[in-house]
């Protein structure tokens, strides 16, 4: 019954905003800590981006330093991707994954496609 259910890819331009959102149910959220991923066709699996178990700690892949923040609401039980300054590059399938120890969950994927 672990859920990862993520919300908020879509088509936009370059330039341009989205927010992901993924909501997380059937585990302890505050003792994982919480990960974007995104995989392009083609291509290995990149980690965007990370934040600690608690939030005290996050860390971005160059790429997108920046322009991408992580957060997370432990109330809601939820991990957010504010993404800034969409570029063509970014465009991705995007994974939200909570890790504790060497276990992983994984929410289903949200495609996130940016025009030029």
């Known amino acids: 019954q672990v859920q990862l259910v993520e919300s908020g890819g879509g088509l936009v331009q370059a330039g341009g905003s989205l927010s992901l959102s993924c909501a997380a149910s059937?585990?302890?959220?505050?003792?994982?800590?919480m990960r974007w991923y995104r995989q392009a066709p083609g291509k290995e699996r990149e980690l965007v981006a990370a934040i600690s178990s608690g939030g005290g700690t996050t860390t971005y892949a160059d790429s997108v330093k920046g322009r991408f923040t992580i957060s997370t609401d432990n109330a809601k039980n939820t991990v957010y991707l504010q993404m800034d300054s969409l570029k063509p590059e970014d465009t991705a399938v995007y994974f939200c994954?909570?890790?504790?120890?060497?276990?992983?969950?994984w929410g289903q994927g949200t495609q996130v496609t940016v025009s030029s």
């Open positions: 059937g585990f302890t959220f505050s003792l994982y800590a």
């Open positions: 994954s909570a890790r504790r120890r060497m276990r992983d969950y």
